[in-house]
């Protein structure tokens, strides 16, 4: 894995990834089966959202029923009084990791959102 590290370390750092990453997994499912279930929610979004698409104007949770969790980790997700960042890790081109990440290992594509909580636009830079 990393040389640096013994196989003890290595094996903690796996484990609490994977036990994070599943106390994320819930929560995902949750808020993606809530989404679905509403009735406001359009076809569009419903497409979206089984293609693991996003759309400008989505709402956050509509976005983590797509693409899951922002990562926690990453210098890119942040809070902010105009409007918040998220920061999803990618290894390649279609590989999109979700929930709590590597650590900020990859490339970002960060999604921005107004102040209200919609999403506004996202890019990879």
């Known amino acids: 894995m990393f040389p640096f590290m013994n196989n003890k370390l290595s094996i903690v750092l796996i484990a609490a990834i994977i036990l994070l990453n599943g106390c994320g997994s819930v929560r995902e499912y949750r808020i993606r089966q809530a989404v679905l279930s509403d009735a406001s929610t359009t ?3 419903r497409k979206a959202v089984d293609y693991r ?3 400008v104007g989505m709402t956050k949770e509509q976005v983590i029923a797509s693409w899951g969790l922002p990562c926690k980790w990453c210098f890119g ?3 902010s009084p105009s409007g918040d960042t998220w920061e999803y890790i990618t290894f390649g081109s279609d590989n999109l ?3 709590s990440d590597f650590l900020g290992i990859g490339n970002g594509i960060y999604l921005f959102f107004d102040k209200d909580g919609m999403l506004k636009h996202w890019s990879s830079e």
């Open 43 to 45: 076809e569009e979004i």
């Open 53 to 55: 698409e996003l759309m």
């Open 77 to 79: 997700t942040r809070r």
């Open 97 to 99: 990791v979700t929930g």
